[in-house]
């Protein structure tokens, strides 16, 4: 049985949670603070955390960059609850190491269903790590991944671009990964979803896109005008096999 840190300090919402989240068969730890969050997070190691931002002591930001510092629980995922719908709150939970985030009022079947996905993943990552991560090896090399001035080292977890180390979330690199191991391909917003966040259904998200911008503010010379990262419209996206090439208006290509 699975077991899920609920972090929330509205009572109703918390026993709304904890009804629905013990029906589907989970078992449910409870905290109203960011602190109590931070000691149940280490004590209990629990499979997910549901994470609200708006939160006593420490905010929700706080406690998912504590929570990413700390060996034994930085692979747990983290779902941020958020009345907070602004791109920039996304992106800064996002940045700080959340896997996911929903906003407030939400479904609880989509919420359930992205729970799933999620915790299906970190199983999937489990058991990938345990066989030596052997599917991604023939895609892999001692040098890593390059594309231009982007390397990618999947052994080491790094990726360099002109030379310098960047910083990429859990999920920005895994992202990297996939779209540079198919450069020249286009890959469909379902698939992305599916490979990298587990979802086996059409859920309505902007976590895609969300990671999507950040990573080429953090890869690309003029995030505006992108030469690696292209979005094609109404399908998904593609990591440019071209060595160089001209930015096309806002790096998008029509279909």
């Excluded at 992202?175 to 859920?203: H, S």
Aim: proline share 3%; aromatic share 6%.
């Amino acid at each position: 049985m699975k077991t899920i840190l609920l972090v929330e300090d509205d009572e109703e919402i918390t026993e709304l949670l904890r009804y629905n989240l013990e029906k589907n068969g989970y078992t449910v730890v409870t905290a109203e603070e960011g602190y109590e969050a931070l000691e149940l997070a280490q004590k209990v190691k629990p499979h997910l955390i549901l994470l609200d931002i708006m939160l006593p002591g420490l905010d929700g930001y706080e406690v998912c960059q504590k929570i990413r510092k700390m060996e034994e629980t930085e692979k747990i995922p983290i779902i941020m609850l958020t009345a907070k719908s602004e791109e920039l709150d996304v992106v800064l939970g996002l940045e700080l190491g959340a896997d996911d985030y929903v906003t407030k009022p939400f479904s609880i079947r989509e919420l359930l269903s992205r729970i799933k996905a999620h915790l299906r993943r970190s199983d999937n990552l489990k058991d990938i790590k345990k066989e030596g991560e052997k599917a991604d090896g023939r895609l892999q090399s001692s040098e890593g991944i390059k594309v231009g001035e982007i390397i990618l080292k999947p052994e080491e977890y790094k990726v360099y671009v002109a030379g310098k180390p960047v910083a990429l979330t859990h999920k920005e690199f895994e992202l990297l990964k996939i779209l540079m191991q198919n450069k020249g391909k286009v890959l469909k917003r379902e698939l992305l979803l599916e490979r990298i966040w587990g979802y086996d259904t059409e859920i309505d998200t902007r976590t895609l896109d969300v990671h999507i911008r950040y990573l080429r503010q953090k890869i690309e010379a003029d995030p505006a005008h992108p030469r690696y990262l292209e979005t094609v419209r109404g399908v998904g996206y593609c990591f440019s096999a071209e060595e160089t090439k001209e930015g096309e208006g806002e790096g998008e290509r029509g279909v």
